[in-house]
């Protein structure tokens, strides 16, 4: 919490923006910003300066750009054309605020699929649980494949959507920070870290200009989202940067070279056709519309790292979960137990890269410490 929030919430803060006068502390006070608590890693986007508390706003000494907190979770998103828009997604994190509060966050997660991605009943009861299965999911991750990354802090969940991660790791006592495009996710984040014991570490921010000091993390983990990124190369410098000496991270991805159905629009094929007849033939085979998602291969991710002067890293494809597969139909049981048996297999797994569902990329960063 910082000083002034008693009388001032982050809510008033925004209604303030379209007209209601909000009193807001009269001196600047230069570290403990609105929304950033304890973790002072938030840095400006642009200019990778100092953010300074200015009243209720965040400010950046060097180049004065000026960032909104909203619902305590500091925008620090640069201006940028993205499948979001700002404005509607400040609005839903205010509707999204109050509603968790008033009826607790599972209705919430709720109405986030019922009414902002316009699923139906069926689909959003279906996704809210899907979001509570992954927070066991993630608790259990963080003990297994991801120990190895996690061991230093600062820690950043990045593409953190409703903040399952950082709250599987508020149930086991750690802390990881999330940062993502969308405040309506960030807003549940919060309160879900909350119900889970932990002090939510947030910030609205964009993957390709990440609002985080250079050098400053002890690990960085990015589960499916590379996918979902505009400027992919861009991204990958990005954790490049952030990262310290023997900073780590992991990502995972579905493999664009793919056996399986594109897991986003569930059409066969996809990845096997040059990226410019992708979208057409997911219209034609679905009816649906392919925007937002380019599937990498390993030899397109492993450029793109390498560009990003990454090295040290490995490329894994690992079985599917018991866990995932207890969901599925008897038929994708059935395909998801013999993939489990041919990915095992030693010399099946050199030729994973072109048949593989999904695969994770874990390393560390090249940098050597230096003594000032
Ligand atoms: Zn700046």
């Known amino acids: 919490m910082w000083a002034g929030a008693d ?14 006068r909000c009193e807001s502390p009269s001196t600047v006070v230069p570290t403990m910003a609105p929304g950033i608590g304890t973790l002072m890693i938030w840095c400006c986007p642009s200019c990778h300066g100092e953010l300074v508390s200015n009243a209720m706003l965040l400010e950046c000494g060097p180049c004065a750009r000026q960032f909104p907190v909203v619902c305590e979770v500091p925008d620090l998103r640069l201006e940028a054309p993205t499948w979001i828009d700002y404005e509607t997604d400040r609005s839903r994190a205010l509707i999204i605020d109050e509603l968790a509060s008033a009826k607790g966050v599972e209705t919430a997660i709720y109405d986030v699929f019922r009414h902002s991605r316009k699923f139906s009943h069926e689909k959003s009861t279906y996704r809210v649980k899907q979001v509570y299965a992954s927070i066991e999911r993630c608790t259990d991750q963080l003990q297994t494949w991801l120990a190895a990354t996690v061991q230093l802090g600062p820690i950043v969940d990045l593409g953190c959507g409703p903040g399952q991660m950082s709250a599987a790791a508020a149930g086991q006592d750690r802390q990881i920070a999330g940062i993502d495009v969308s405040i309506e996710w960030l807003t549940i984040a919060k309160h879900l870290i909350r119900a889970y014991g932990g002090e939510p570490q947030l910030a609205a921010g964009l993957a390709e200009a990440l609002p985080i000091k250079s050098n400053s993390l002890g690990a960085l983990v990015s589960l499916d989202v590379i996918e979902h990124v505009g400027g992919q190369q861009a991204y990958a410098n990005e954790i490049a940067r952030v990262l310290g000496p023997n900073g780590r991270f992991a990502i995972t991805t579905p493999n664009r070279f793919s056996l399986s159905p594109e897991p986003h629009v569930g059409v066969w094929g996809v990845g096997y056709l040059p990226v410019p007849w992708q979208a057409p033939w997911v219209k034609l085979a679905s009816g649906s519309q392919y925007e937002y998602t380019r599937l990498l291969s390993v030899k397109e991710t492993t450029r793109i790292f390498n560009d990003a002067s990454m090295t040290d890293f490995e490329v894994i494809f690992p079985p599917i979960a018991d866990e995932e597969i207890a969901i599925f139909s008897p038929l ?13 297999n030693k010399f099946m797994k050199l030729l994973a890269p072109y048949f593989g569902a999904y695969y994770r990329v874990l390393g560390s960063t090249a940098k050597i410490e230096t003594t000032p």
């Open 7 to 20: 009388k001032c919430s982050p809510f008033r803060m925004w209604i303030s923006r379209y007209g209601t």
């Open 332 to 344: 994708r049981t059935k395909l998801a137990h013999r993939y489990n048996q041919i990915i095992r």
